[in-house]
């Protein structure tokens, strides 16, 4: 079975710092990718996909990852944070075959000071 | 918002109780899934229903089960609950077709469980 392992429970930023938060996979198969993103008191929410192709996927609100599959890696970054972007991010992974189950991280807390 | 409801909102229950959770599906999708998320944890996948059948389990006793109705909503039932089963209850709607489509995630059920 695939697992996701986020490297940081909570992340402290300041302001238009850069953000990168890791994330890797277990799983020796094909398989597609996400970012979720929680605002506080908001449901869950897709920030970006990666299924094939362009190992750089970009998303929503100026969020990017790159997939490396050698390092079994799901990096999400983006260049200049902002309050808004206080939230929870999860990452998560689904076997491509099957049904459409998807296995998360455990999440990362990231705190923007304004 | 997504589209996706869920009721209710909280629900305070005592162990060995049952509950009941319920899930309506965002127009036009035919699937729902289920995910427990646990304090400080990432949503893990407890059963997905396609058409009315359950489509794929995973890693939870028998005591949850779920329906899907005609109208593709759906319930979640936890049978003698423990204390453990303290959660946020996820629901997640997607249109099945072959290939994956986006799961739209509720806004969940926090259940406690004294």
């Known amino acids: 079975a695939q697992s996701v392992s986020q490297h940081n429970h909570h992340v402290i930023l300041s302001e238009a710092a850069s953000l990168e938060l890791g994330c890797n996979y277990s799983?020796?198969?094909?398989?597609?990718l996400f970012w979720y993103v929680q605002y506080p008191g908001q449901h869950l929410q897709l920030l970006l996909k990666?299924?094939?192709?362009?190992?750089l996927v970009k998303g929503i609100k100026g969020f990017e990852a790159e997939f490396i599959k050698s390092k079994f890696s799901f990096n999400l970054r983006k260049p200049s944070v902002q309050w808004s972007d206080t939230a929870e991010y999860f990452c998560?992974?689904?076997?491509?075959?099957?049904?459409?189950?998807?296995?998360f991280g455990k999440g990362t807390m990231l705190l923007v000071s304004p | 918002e997504t589209g996706v409801t869920q009721s209710p909102t909280h629900l305070i229950k005592t162990r060995g109780q049952q509950v009941t959770l319920r899930c309506s599906s965002q127009?036009?999708?035919?699937?729902v899934s289920w995910y427990q998320q646990a304090l400080g944890q990432g949503p893990q996948f407890i059963f997905q229903?396609?058409?009315?059948?359950?489509?794929g389990r995973g890693n939870f006793p028998p005591r949850f089960s779920g329906l899907q109705f005609p109208n593709y909503s759906s319930e979640l039932n936890v049978n003698a609950l423990e204390l453990d089963d303290s959660a946020l209850y996820l629901c997640?709607?997607?249109?099945?077709?072959?290939?994956?489509?986006?799961?739209?995630f509720g806004p969940g059920t926090r259940l406690t469980v004294l």
């Open positions: 997640a709607s997607s249109f099945t077709s072959g290939s994956y489509n986006e799961q739209f």
């Open positions: 799983y020796g198969g094909t398989v597609n």
């Open positions: 990666y299924f094939s192709g362009d190992p």
């Open positions: 998560a992974v689904r076997e491509n075959s099957g049904y459409s189950t998807l296995t």
């Open positions: 127009s036009g999708h035919n699937t």
């Open positions: 229903y396609y058409r009315e059948e359950e489509n």
